[in-house]
């Protein structure tokens, strides 16, 4: 393993990232049951691991293409010319602090440039890694290359101040960690037991660091970055699995990136087999049992749902039939409708103003919750149930509270048409519903 934090497995006691060296039960597995030397010396035990199992030290340090170079030394090269470039032999040096300007040059041209061997091995391995994705479902490919947006743009803000060339936000998760060790000095002098004292802050400090590093590879390995693309990615799921997900987003830093995704595919093929489920028992019901009956059902239930409509609109007709100039308004404002364009607006005929018809409430929610005398003002204020029901329910809970109620409160309290509020606060006040105040 290298230097970074992403490329090592969490400790199973404190799911901090290993670093070596690390212990590896002997007994438990797989997976690999992993510890730490803190949880390890701790004596930690879960499920049927137990702290008398053997075990195996885990390190890099053995040799791997040179006897004189160990594997962690190996790691920390190629991590050193990925950092400071292919070249700058003087630099990768510097970082590596184990070998020289010459022994780098050298090892890294004899070994990995002009190797064939180790250059067809990795082919086959790249090879074999595309194979196995291949088969694997789609992957939730991570924000690889977010963008660059302005500083305190809105772009930048939804981005959490993230600052892509350096991989950092603008304020990390726990920010103020360093401030610890803004007055922390090692001096020659200091007792044991304040040694060890600073010795446990700069512990602290360094899980802290962890627990940081740990939030963002969970942001970088789930793409959540860029917020818009990831939220274009999940409209393509049905309505069900976005609040699925939008529930299960959560525990996405269980599971990896196409785990995940697995999960909620997995969610939204049990929402399509349940719709299907369904449509099948409807067919069952009716009796169905092969699917060209089917299509016909389907086909026969379209045309009824057209023929149910119809017989609404026609309904609604018979409303008018009685007064030829309403009649021949409506039907102008349906043809409008239908050819796309605004309705019209009612004018009003020679013979003065002309009242509106009674509203019809048949099949209108709330219907049988009204008795006579309140289906007789709904019918000719033109107020659908649902509506007068939140009006009587509001104006009596008012009047609870003041002991009475007048007109200009009621008016106030329900912003609807001043002659309708007037109308339901009359019938109110008649039927003891509410007192005047």
Not at 49 to 55: K, N
Not at 314 to 326: G, P
Request: proline content about 6%; charged content about 30%; glycine content about 4%.
């Amino acid at each position: 393993f290298t230097d970074d934090p992403f490329d090592k497995p969490p400790c199973r006691g404190c799911s901090s990232y290993l670093t070596e060296p690390y212990v590896k039960c002997a007994e438990c597995g797989p997976p690999p049951f992993l510890l730490c030397l803190q949880c390890f010396t701790r004596g930690f035990e879960y499920k049927k691991h137990q702290s008398d199992h053997t075990y195996e030290i885990m390190t890099s340090d053995f040799p791997v293409l040179d006897p004189n170079w160990t594997a962690q030394e190996e790691m920390a090269l190629l991590e050193a010319v990925m950092d400071c470039g292919f070249g700058n032999w003087q630099d990768v040096a510097n970082q590596m602090c184990t070998k020289s300007k010459e022994e780098c040059e050298k090892h890294y041209m004899k070994h990995f440039i002009n190797n064939p061997l180790f250059a067809s091995t990795l082919l086959n391995l790249k090879q074999a890694e595309e194979a196995q994705h291949n088969e694997t479902a789609i992957p939730f490919h991570p924000a690889d290359d977010p963008p660059r947006p302005t500083f305190d743009s809105l772009l930048s803000r939804d981005m959490a101040g993230y600052m892509p060339a350096r991989a950092d936000f603008v304020e990390e998760f726990d920010n103020y960690a360093e401030w610890d060790l803004r007055d922390i000095d090692f001096v020659e002098d200091d007792s044991d037991i304040l040694h060890a004292l600073k010795i446990a802050v700069v512990d602290i400090y360094h899980s802290r660091l962890k627990e940081r590093q740990r939030r963002k590879k969970i942001i970088r390995d789930h793409g959540l970055i860029n917020l818009r693309k990831f939220q274009i990615l999940e409209r393509r799921y049905p309505k069900e699995v976005q609040d699925l997900y939008e529930t299960m987003r959560r525990f996405a830093r269980i599971l990896g990136p196409v785990e995940h995704d697995k999960f909620i595919e997995s969610h939204a093929l049990e929402f399509e087999l349940r719709r299907e489920i369904k449509r099948l028992q409807e067919y069952r019901a009716a009796g169905i049992t092969n699917f060209c009956s089917a299509r016909t059902y389907d086909h026969l239930k379209k045309t009824r749902a057209e023929e149910r409509l119809k017989r609404t609109m026609l309904s609604e007709v018979l409303q008018y039939i009685q007064d030829s100039s309403a009649c021949q308004q409506w039907l102008s404002r349906q043809a409008d409708i239908d050819s796309g364009l605004s309705p019209t607006v009612p004018v009003p005929s020679n013979s003065g103003r002309r009242s509106a018809p009674p509203l019809n409430l048949t099949g209108l929610p709330g219907t049988e919750k009204l008795n006579e005398k309140e289906k007789e003002l709904c019918q000719m204020v033109r107020l659908v149930p649902g509506a007068y029901l939140e009006y009587k329910a509001a104006l009596v809970n008012e009047c609870n509270k003041q002991g009475g109620l007048r007109l200009a409160q009621a008016r106030a309290l329900i912003k609807i048409d001043v002659n309708k509020t007037r109308k339901i606060y009359d019938f109110l006040i008649r039927e003891g519903y509410i007192t005047k105040a």
